[in-house]
């Protein structure tokens, strides 16, 4: 089996996951892995939980849609983040439903939007930045998260969802099941004195486990 096969059945196993525990919900988010020779994309408007591998969307390495169905609309979001940070191996894009409460609360930090609650959040996302709302699509957030310069591995969308990269596909997905739990006891503590870790803790983790 090729790699690119492996690939194409590994997006739509990981996407199935994440959707059949509620991560996504609908035809919400969108999920890309690169290739040797590109890039695959889920499908616009297509529901994670039922992927055809051998319809994923593919991508040469300037952009152009090769084969598939038509690519996701955050096409170039998910290529801002290749094109800046080029360990990036997979990016993922929800709607879940705690990341996304804090993308809509008003007092939300737009430099640390997920702050340092629990060790994992900081050892597989790192800081997350907030970026101001655009329509889904819109060309500008690619622009918005090329600015960054590669320096954060997720941000979340105000009033819509997060993004998250990894170094491969289940890394990405993993980090991003990470922020959404982070963002869960975020907002169930919201009114509560909080013991955050503290920046000698956020130095120790990011020395021991690095950061991606
Ligand atoms: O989440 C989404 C837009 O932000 C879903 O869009 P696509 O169906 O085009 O991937
Ligand atoms: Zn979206």
Redesign the pocket.
């Given at each position: 089996m090729s790699a690119e096969i492996r690939m194409r059945d590994e997006i739509a196993r990981l996407s199935k996951s994440l959707f059949d525990r509620g991560f996504s919900v609908g035809?919400?988010?969108?999920i890309s892995a690169a290739v040797e020779d590109g890039i695959l994309?889920?499908?616009?408007?297509?529901c994670l939980g039922f992927l055809d591998p051998a319809r994923i969307s593919k991508l040469d390495r300037s952009g152009r849609h090769i084969s598939g169905d038509k690519?996701?609309?955050?096409v170039f979001?998910h290529r801002a983040f290749y094109e800046t940070r080029p360990q990036t191996g997979a990016v993922v894009?929800?709607?879940s439903t705690f990341a996304t409460a804090l993308s809509c609360l008003a007092d939300t930090d737009p430099d640390d939007c997920i702050p340092p609650l629990t060790p994992y959040v900081v050892m597989r996302v790192g800081q997350v930045r907030l970026l101001p709302y655009v329509k889904?699509?819109d060309e500008s957030m690619g622009d918005m998260i090329a600015e960054l310069g590669g320096r954060y591995a997720a941000v979340l969308?105000a009033n819509?969802?997060p993004v998250v990269t990894g170094k491969d596909i289940a890394s990405a997905v993993y980090a991003a099941e990470e922020l959404e739990e982070t963002a869960k006891l975020l907002v169930l503590l919201r009114d509560a004195p909080k013991r955050m870790l503290s920046p000698e803790n956020v130095t120790e983790l990011k020395a021991v486990f690095g950061s991606y």
């Open positions: 035809s919400a988010g969108n994309m889920t499908p616009t408007n297509s690519p996701s609309k955050e979001l894009h929800l709607h889904p699509g969308l819509h969802g």
